[in-house]
Every structure is written in structure tokens, then in C-alpha cells.
């Protein structure tokens, strides 16, 4: 029967997309490239756990729904309904989509010598054709999950950060779902590009306002060029209903430095799959992530840092707090081209089993074929330290709150590198709520 409705659910998208493509100019840059993935997913249709990458993850109970593939109507949403999804302790720029379609009436992207503007308009508009031509789906992989954001590809966030330019504040990417349908499947697209010696800060969210099932299939290109630094912050922390396929590619130039922090809280199956590329030298990726779920929630980091050049360096760091009968997916690779000597790549993953009936499936990868490296992976599952629980308790600390400063403190090695207080402080308040204390301390 799932299987059923599962072919039920491809042939909607089929039909969809021909209505889609109706509406869109066949004569526009981009056609060939939409035309070109539907093919693919139509080909591969959705991912199932015949596939190596997928052994560990299954939509199935994700896909049995009757998703809308487009919103029937403009959902217009109130500033106070969602305004606590926003981080407010500093100024920031905003870029706020609405069932996939941009809301400028919760968005502020007033700027001086940048541009930040729809990926629909950048599609038309001649200032930004050629950026576009260069960048748009260069990175992306014709996967199946990919293939299907790509055929849909309409809205979404295109940033382009000049040469030395230091955006002087964050840019906030929501997308919110406001579950007019009974079941809703969004494709955010996000294109960004940094140029040389520039650097920007971004948060990321998805939020559901609905009880309704939600599915977001989410792909972002991120280009850094020679000098360039960018800073990526994916708040996951979604309801029981929404479910988020989360695409991210990654292309560095010489002496650029990006760091990608996932924080995975909430949500009912959350699959991140984050793939690095290094094209020059001297360049460090930064991949940290924590995840704190319980009930029967599922997070799946899927992570590839290639080395394709020397003298670079990557370093991955992502902890795990599982509870109840939650399941965690930890599947890093670490690829070292025979030209890429001299690198310095790093890579774990700790994980800890508060009940019995968690789980978590851990398969961290090297593939060097370089002789001149230095590459570590290493991956833990325990349980918290009962001596260290027992001492905090005879000093006078509660068992509930001391599990929980335990907790904090294994997380804490990836929230000391969040380079943005605010956002440091709002992590640490998801976790106390997660953990279920009160922190007591400020940072």
C-alpha cells in the first residue's frame, strides 16, 4: 500500500510539472537545467533504502501522504504569529518566504553594496543573467532529491556578496509553511555567492505553522571564492509533522574559510546532506553539528569533504543526544585526491543513548589516496558518566539538572565556534528546552 501511494505521489509531481512548465518562459536560461533533472528524478524517482546512502534513512511513512505540490492560494502570515522564529537580539537582514513564495511584507533586505534579491528575479533580470549562467546548479548533484528541487526551481534566495565587501550583518533565510493544504511539499532554492575577499553571515530556518504534514526539499549552492569567508547556521527545530530533505553544496577557491553549523532539534525525519568541494590551496571547511531529539525522531547528517588540492584542511565535529526511541545517522566521507598532500583533515562523531531503546548508526569514511597526510576519524556511543552525575549530586545538584550541564558540556565544543553571540544564546536555549532545565548561566 505505501508503495502505491508512494507511485501515486511521483505521478502527481509528473503531471505538476508539466502544468509548471507551462507557466514558465521555455525561452528563459534556466529551462534546459529544470528539463534535464525532472528527467533524472523521473528516472530515479524517490530514494529508498536500496541505496547505499540511504541504507540507514526511509521516507516511505514521509511519502505516503498527498502532498500539494504548489499552494492554491496567497497565504498572507502576521508579523506576531511568527515573530519569535526570528532572533531579534541583533539587527539582521531578512529574506522571508511564505509556501515557498516570497513575502516582502516580512522581509527586509534594505543594503548598501550588496545584492540580495529573489532567485526568480536574478533568473530574469540581465544584472544578474551572467552570475547565474556561472553558478546556478554547477555544484548540485543529479541525485534524486536534488533532481526534484532543480526541476521545480522557481523562488528562493539569491545572495552575491562583491569583492571585499564585509556584510556588516547576518542574513536570516525563513521559510515558513502554513499548512493550507492537508499535506505540503515546498522546494526552497538558495544560490549565494561570495566573492573574493568578502565575507557574510547567514542563519537558516524552516518552519512549520501547521499541524498538517509538511515535506521541504531544500538545495543550496554556496560559492567561495579566493579569500572569502562565510559563516552558515541551519536552526532545525521544526515540528513533529514537518519533514526536511536539506541539500547543501559547497565550492571553495584558494585561502577561503566556511563553516557550517547544524543544529538539529526538532522535526520528524531530518535528512542533511552536506557536501564540500575544494578547488585551491590553503583552504579549511568547518563542519559542526548537534543534535538533541527524543520520541520517534530521526536525524541523518550525511557529510563528503573532498580534497581534490594541497594544503588544505577540513574539520568535522557533530555530537549526538539521543532519548526515547529516537534514531541518529552519522555518515561522514573524507575523499584525498593523490594530488592533495599536505592535508589536514579531521573528523568526529560522539553520541550519547539516554534510554536504552535509542539509536544510532555511525560510519565515518576516509579515502586518501595521497601519501603525505594527516587524517584522523574516530566515533563514540555511550552513555552519561555515572561518577560524574554521582559527584554533581553530592554537592548539592539536582539528577535532572545535573544530566543536563553534562549534556551541555558534550555539546559544548561545537557552540564554542558559533562566531555570533546571538545566535550562541538562542542554540543554548533550545537546548535547555530540549533538556528540559534552566540553564542558569548567560554567556
Not at 518566504?97 to 536574478?122: N, P, Q, R
Request: with cysteine; glycine share 4%; proline share 2%.
Amino acid at each position: 500500500m505505501t508503495e502505491e501511494r508512494i507511485m501515486e505521489l511521483k505521478e502527481k509531481i509528473v503531471s505538476s510539472y508539466v502544468a509548471f512548465e507551462n507557466e514558465m518562459d521555455i525561452n528563459s536560461d534556466i529551462h534546459d537545467i529544470r528539463s534535464e533533472a525532472f528527467h533524472n528524478f523521473e528516472k530515479l524517482g524517490f530514494p529508498t533504502k536500496k541505496l547505499e546512502a540511504w541504507k540507514y534513512t526511509s521516507l516511505n511513512n514521509v511519502l505516503k501522504n498527498d502532498y500539494s505540490i504548489f499552494a492554491n492560494k496567497d497565504n498572507t502570515v502576521e508579523f506576531a504569529d511568527v515573530k519569535k522564529y526570528f532572533i531579534h537580539d541583533i539587527d539582521t537582514y531578512k529574506i522571508v518566504f511564505i509556501d515557498g513564495k516570497y513575502s516582502s511584507f516580512l522581509s527586509d533586505t534594505t543594503h548598501d553594496g550588496k545584492d540580495i534579491c529573489l532567485l526568480s528575479a536574478a533568473f530574469s533580470k540581465s544584472k544578474y543573467k551572467v552570475v547565474v549562467e556561472n553558478y546556478f546548479n554547477k555544484i548540485a548533484k543529479q541525485d534524486n532529491m536534488t533532481s526534484l528541487n532543480t526541476a521545480f526551481a522557481n523562488e528562493g534566495a539569491y545572495i552575491y556578496i562583491p569583492r571585499n565587501v564585509e556584510v556588516e550583518k547576518p542574513i536570516q533565510i525563513i521559510n515558513f509553511t502554513t499548512g493550507s493544504e492537508a499535506a505540503t511539499m515546498v522546494q526552497p532554492r538558495n544560490l549565494i555567492v561570495v566573492e573574493q575577499n568578502a565575507h557574510v553571515q547567514i542563519i537558516e530556518r524552516h518552519q512549520s505553522l501547521t499541524e498538517n504534514a509538511v515535506l521541504t526539499n531544500a538545495v543550496t549552492e554556496i560559492f567561495a571564492a579566493k579569500d572569502a569567508t562565510v559563516d552558515y547556521y541551519k536552526i532545525q527545530n521544526d515540528d513533529d509533522n514537518a519533514s526536511l530533505v536539506d541539500n547543501t553544496y559547497i565550492e571553495q577557491k584558494s585561502n577561503s574559510v566556511v563553516s557550517v553549523h547544524t543544529f538539529s532539534f526538532g522535526g520528524n525525519i531530518t535528512r542533511n546532506n552536506l557536501n564540500f568541494y575544494q578547488r585551491g590551496e590553503h583552504i579549511d571547511s568547518i563542519l559542526k553539528g548537534i543534535t538533541i531529539i527524543e520520541g520517534k525522531q530521526h536525524v541523518d547528517h550525511h557529510t563528503l569533504v573532498h580534497h581534490i588540492e594541497p594544503n588544505c584542511e577540513s574539520h568535522q565535529d557533530y555530537k549526538g543526544i539521543y532519548n526515547e526511541r529516537s534514531t541518529g545517522v552519522f555518515n561522514g566521507k573524507v575523499i584525498v585526491e593523490k594530488e592533495a598532500q599536505k592535508t589536514n583533515a579531521y573528523q568526529q562523531n560522539n553520541n550519547v543513548l539516554i534510554s536504552d531503546k535509542a539509536t544510532i548508526n555511525a560510519k565515518p569514511q576516509l579515502e586518501i589516496f595521497a601519501d603525505d597526510v594527516k587524517c584522523s576519524h574516530g566515533c563514540t556511543i555511550g552513555q552519561l558518566d555515572d561518577d560524574a552525575l554521582f559527584y554533581m549530586q553530592q554537592r548539592g545538584i539536582p539528577k535532572k539538572e545535573g544530566k543536563a550541564l553534562l549534556m551541555y558540556a558534550f555539546a559544548n565544543t561545537v557552540l564554542e565556534s558559533v562566531k555570533i553571540p546571538e545566535v550562541k544564546q538562542r542554540i543554548t536555549k533550545l537546548i535547555a528546552t530540549k533538556l528540559g532545565v534552566n540553564i542558569g548561566f548567560d554567556l
